[in-house]
């Protein structure tokens, strides 16, 4: 038995949420000039996409549940600074939330949900974050790889993981 003061809370949503922010505004702190969407509106696409919004940033959403994406989106709304005139734009289906967008974050846990057909709707210079797991088919990656710049990358946070533990561990 540990005692309770011994127990230190990792919260793996909100760190991967905070992570997947802050490298991308680490590339670019002019977010609010990109279109970004996120795919999945789970604890961590929620996250992402409020923070998003906090910073003035217009966020498009697909989920696949839209029903429930939309009561989420309306929370958002109610949810952000008042001052703040960015929106969550809800898409009701996966392939017109796909085009004209810089950044793709998927935070999903559907399986090829960017495919061999709706790969192709994607822009040549887009950047795609990888939060789930195989949410891109193999093919779409081969066409990316063969046909596009399309950027994109799977998010490791481990050394905010270790980060996060050295502060915990110092105070």
Do not use: W
Not at 144 to 158: C, E, H, L, P, Q
């Amino acid at each position: 038995i540990v005692e309770r003061k011994k127990i230190l809370g990792i919260r793996f949503d909100s760190l991967t949420a905070e992570h997947v922010l802050n490298s991308i505004i680490k590339e670019n702190p002019f977010l609010y000039k990109r279109s970004i969407l996120i795919i999945g509106l789970g604890k961590i696409g929620f996250k992402i996409s409020m923070a998003l919004l906090e910073c003035g940033n217009n966020v498009e959403i697909y989920s696949r549940n839209y029903k429930k994406t939309f009561e989420k989106c309306n929370c958002m709304d109610i949810l952000k600074p008042q001052n703040t005139l960015a929106r969550p734009i809800l898409h009701r289906e996966i392939e017109s939330s796909l085009i004209n967008k810089d950044i793709i974050i998927t935070t999903t846990n559907s399986e090829d949900i960017i495919n061999s057909s709706n790969c192709k709707i994607i822009n040549n210079n887009a950047k795609i974050i990888s939060v789930g797991h195989n949410e891109i088919s193999q093919k779409a990656i081969e066409y990316f790889i063969k046909n596009t710049n399309v950027f994109f990358s799977r998010v490791d946070i481990g050394k905010s993981l270790i980060q996060y533990l050295q502060r915990l561990l110092d105070k």
